[in-house]
């Protein structure tokens, strides 16, 4: 059975950090992961992702060069790293992963088969 559970999130002023862990169980993180996000009345959005054993990465344009994405394979836990935040970074933030390679795209939630309970991050200005 796969178990994703996410971590780290909380209240920040707009500039500040914060960083989210995803810790996997009855999953090897060097398959397909990524991190959403949705906000309220927002669409789930694909904020990150991870690909394979080589570790490719993806992010959405609007957190290029804000956020990181990492792994760990001691620990099987996926991270994201949030820097310079801002109000609109605010959302619930899943992490997910796929069994197989999404067709549809790193960023596309229909690829996914697994999700966790989401975290929240809030960001005031």
């Known amino acids: 059975q796969t178990t994703l559970v996410e971590s780290g999130g909380g209240s920040v002023q707009a500039g500040g950090s914060l960083k989210l862990s995803c810790a996997a169980t009855?999953?090897?993180?060097?398959?397909?992961m990524a991190w959403f996000r949705q906000a309220p009345g927002k669409e789930r959005e694909g904020v990150a992702a991870?690909?394979?054993?080589?570790?490719?990465?993806y992010y959405a344009d609007s957190v290029k060069d804000r956020f990181t994405i990492s792994r760990d394979f001691a620990k099987n836990t996926m991270y994201l790293q949030l820097n310079n935040l801002k109000p609109e970074d605010s959302a619930i933030y899943y992490c997910?992963?796929?069994?197989?390679?999404?067709?549809?795209?790193?960023?596309?939630?229909?690829?996914?088969?697994?999700w966790g309970q989401g975290t929240q991050v809030t960001v005031s200005s």
């Open positions: 991870v690909w394979t054993n080589d570790g490719t990465t």
């Open positions: 997910a992963a796929a069994r197989l390679q999404p067709s549809g795209g790193w960023s596309s939630r229909y690829g996914y088969d697994w």
């Open positions: 009855g999953y090897s993180i060097r398959n397909y």
